[in-house]
């Protein structure tokens, strides 16, 4: 199967490039940077997703791109990473022919909530799923386990924290426990 990946060299995408490639779908990853990975079923596109480029024929596309509201800084630069670029390269992998698109939103993604990040994320799927996709898988996982490449003092604390507070997470809140970024890579490929 052909793929496009956007976001190969975060915390779910690094984890879903190795799963794609030892699949033997033959992959391409579309990154601000290289992701380092040497491979014969990998092509890397290094893109400004603002601008991007026609993209290569494909079969799916799985979206790992994200940030936080600490890490970028403001609403406007968190909406260029999580609304716009998504969107940019939703479009591109439809016109690209994918037929499916596969992406990670969050746990309470609501385009009516009062909360930005969960709104922003909501608004995300709604614009996506009126792109004409045959398919969108929508993941939506609560906070994502695993090392970062980037200090984020918060996120590291919650990931210490988790396992004390997720048994505590039961019925309905049991959606908000945490989960390891390969096992959300595992359910995208």
Request: glycine fraction near 10%; include cysteine.
């Amino acid at each position: 199967m052909k793929l496009l990946l956007a976001g190969a060299t975060g915390l779910v995408g690094s984890c879903v490039l190795p799963l794609s490639l030892g699949a033997g779908h033959d992959l391409t990853s579309l990154g601000r940077r290289p992701s380092g990975v040497a491979n014969p079923g990998l092509h890397e596109l290094i893109v400004d997703f603002a601008h991007l480029p026609a993209l290569p024929a494909a079969d799916a596309a799985i979206c790992a791109l994200g940030t936080t509201m600490a890490v970028a800084g403001s609403e406007d630069a968190f909406r260029a990473v999580d609304q716009r670029a998504v969107l940019s390269f939703a479009r591109a992998a439809h016109a690209a022919g994918c037929r499916q698109f596969l992406t990670v939103s969050a746990v309470g993604a609501d385009a009516g909530s009062r909360v930005f990040y969960s709104r922003v994320k909501g608004e995300v799927e709604q614009q996506v799923a009126e792109i004409g996709f045959d398919r969108v898988d929508i993941v939506r996982p609560g906070l994502i386990i695993g090392p970062r490449a980037e200090r984020r003092p918060f996120e590291a604390l919650a990931q210490k924290m988790a396992p004390l507070f997720d048994p505590l997470l039961m019925g309905g809140l049991s959606r908000y426990r945490s989960i390891r970024a390969e096992t959300v890579a595992a359910a995208l490929v």
